[in-house]
Every structure is written in C-alpha cells, then in structure tokens.
C-alpha cells in the first residue's frame, strides 16, 4: 500500500477546500465511520504481527496527519470568515449622530404612573372604565336616580342616543362609575384605584371641559373610617415625599358615600406658590380642600351586586391634574392641555424618569 501517496493526496484535498462545508465532507469520507483511512486502519487487524509492525505506525501516522490538517484548515477558513465579517461590518464614524429625542412624559402621565406605583405597593390593582358612559352607571347606580338635584353639579355632556339602561349615553363626569363596574366584575373584596379622563363642561383657570381623576375603592369585611384616613394619609405622604402631611377631615356630602368626607391638607405658601405641609393651624399655613372620599354608601353596594350586611367599603376621587399641579409648581391647568412643545420641554419628564418607590416616586422635571 503506498501510503506516502495516499497521505499526499489527501493533504491536497483538504488544503484546497474552498468553505467548512467541504471540509467536513473530507473529515466524514477521511476518518469517519466508513472513511478510507479508518477502513485503513481495519485492516490491522488481520496482518500478521510482523505486517502490523511495519504497517501500523504508517497508517496511525496518515490518520494523525489527516486529523491535524482538517483542524488546520478548518481554523484558518473560520478566521478568514470572521475577517471578512468584521471588514463588512465597520461603522461610518462620519455620520451625523441621530437627533436627540425631544418629545417628554406629560406631568399628568407621569403623575399617574407615580400614583399606580405607590398604590400597588399598598395592594392595589388599576382598574378602567369606558369615558363613553352610560347615565346607570354614571349616576344612578351611584344612588343618583334621575331626579336627584346632585346630577346638576356635574354639567354633564349628554349624546343623543339612549343608554342600555334607559336615559342617554354621556362623557363620564368622574371616575365612579368604575367602581360599580368593578363590582360587578370582580365582587368583593375588592381593592382598586382607576386613573382616567373625566368630562364636565366648565371651563376656566383652574377647570378644563376634560380633566383627570384618580378613583380609589377598597372593599372588605371590617373596614371603617380609620382605614380610609391611614390610606389617604400614606398615599400623600409618598406622592409628595415628605413625612409633615397633616389631614383635615371634614364632613360633607356625596349620594355615593356615607358618611362622606372631604379631605383637606395643611399647606404653607413658598416663593409664591402652594407648598403642600404642616398643620392648616400653624403660622403662615392654610388648609385646602384636596379630595372627596366616604364609606361607600350601602345603596352603591347592592347596585354593585353585593351584600351590603357582609361588606363594608371606602373611596375617594381625588384630580390628578390637580395634584400634578400642587406637587410641580404649575399654575394654570389650561397649559395642561394646550400642546406647547415649550411648556412640555419644561415641564415633561424624561421617557427614563420611571417612578419607583425606591429610586423615588418624585424625580425633578428635566
Ligand atoms: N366622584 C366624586 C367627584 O367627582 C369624588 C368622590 C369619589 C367622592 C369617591 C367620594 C368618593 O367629585
């Protein structure tokens, strides 16, 4: 067997594969299980002692120069593949760097996003409702039946179409009706906070005809006045990060709680602006109305599906914009919603600015 020869050509092969793929098909039709050089090296064992001594080492010597050749050739193709990926793949540092982005997060959104983080910590899911509403769920389960003098306070916009409950459809005037939706969904017990836009049709300095809410309703055994206090008063001491908050409860009247109560907060004027803190009591303090909250009243329950002997709940409806305001210094809510891409700059968020509770709910605008 002329060895030398077969080594020759062999060696040839492989060193003039062109790509990987060949030289795989070498090292199968070479040293794989029917190659010719491991049939070679079958043939050992049928030699005599003296043929395998002359023999073997030539035959073993022919494999390893095979095997050492194909991981030769096979590295050197790798490498010129890489070459010529990283030649193809440079990058033009003479163009021009991408615009920096301009567009930032609404105060209102960011606000809400705040408000969702602090009361998912507290056990808390969202829940929505469609703007588009009917008058059953807008009012009258909310014991607002037809005649009830309330529903003029809220000047409603009304469609001419009829709602599936009798009475027309209309542009929801606040969050509430989420709170009977989600009882009827979800029965009890029940701990939600609803953000969304609200319609009322009033306009000036401090009211636009669409304006933000955030609801809030906790529904359990047990709950009572002191709960509603303890969550209100952890909410804005998060939301507006410091520990001075100080509450005045008043009683007051809404048809969907009872007792109701609206919700003041001490505030001291700084640099010709509300700053949220203290006692309404102390020097140079004053107290302002902040939120409507109550027991939920027990007519609401059952027009929410449940019993009002076993459950016992509280909500509160406080203005998002509003509490943008007061916690970001601006003044006029008008320029909430005007588009001005110098007023966003100045006010908006960076898309970075993700609230959390550890890294802070409040970071300052950019
Ligand atoms: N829905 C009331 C409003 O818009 C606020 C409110 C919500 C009051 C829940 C009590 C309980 O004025």
């Known amino acids: 067997m002329d060895y ?10 492989i060193a003039a594969a062109p790509d990987l793929a060949s030289v795989e098909q070498l090292r ?13 090296l079958k043939t050992l064992g049928a030699m005599t002692p003296e043929q395998r001594q002359g023999e073997g080492p030539q035959i073993h010597g022919l494999r ?39 567009g930032t997060v609404h105060p209102v ?28 769920h807008n009012f009258t389960a909310l014991n607002m039946p037809e005649t009830h003098p309330a529903r003029a306070m809220h000047d409603t916009f009304y469609f001419p179409d009829q709602g599936p409950h009798g ?70 001491r998060a939301f507006f990060e410091r520990d001075d908050i100080v509450l005045r409860l008043r009683p007051s009247y809404f048809p969907f709680t009872e007792p109701s109560v609206e919700v003041d907060t001490g505030y001291a004027m700084e640099g010709g602006r509300r700053v949220v803190g203290g006692s309404g009591d102390d020097p140079g303090h004053g107290w302002m109305e902040l939120l ?25 409806g406080v203005g998002v914009d509003r509490l943008a305001m007061l916690k970001y210094g601006m003044n006029d809510l008008r320029a909430f919603f005007d588009g001005d891409v110098r007023w966003l700059a100045h006010y908006g968020f960076s898309a970075l600015d ?5 890294a802070g709910v409040g970071a300052p605008a950019a």
């Open 4 to 13: 030398a020869a077969i080594r020759h050509d062999g060696l040839a092969r």
């Open 28 to 40: 199968i039709a070479l040293l794989g299980k029917h190659g010719s050089i491991s049939a070679l």
């Open 64 to 102: 390893e120069a095979v095997t050492v050749a194909l991981a030769e050739r096979k590295a050197a193709l790798e490498e010129a593949a890489l070459d010529a990926r990283l030649a193809a793949e440079t990058v033009d540092l003479t163009l021009p760097a991408p615009e920096t982005p301009r």
């Open 109 to 136: 959104s960011q606000v809400m996003d705040e408000l969702a983080e602090i009361f998912a910590d507290m056990g808390f899911a969202v829940a929505t409702g469609p703007e588009i509403e009917d008058d059953w």
């Open 167 to 236: 009475g027309q459809m209309l542009l929801r005037t606040h969050t509430s009706p989420v709170q009977i939706r989600t009882m009827l969904s979800q029965g009890a017990p029940l701990r939600i906070i609803a953000p969304g836009r609200v319609y009322r049709s009033d306009s000036d300095a401090t009211h636009t005809p669409m304006f933000h809410q955030i609801e809030g309703l906790v529904i359990d055994k047990g709950i009572h006045l002191g709960h509603l206090k303890w969550t209100l008063e952890t909410f804005l």
């Open 292 to 316: 409507g909250s109550g027991m939920v009243n027990p007519h609401v329950l059952r027009a929410g599906g449940l019993d009002s002997d076993e459950w016992q709940g509280f909500a509160f």
């Open 354 to 358: 993700v609230p959390t509770l550890s």
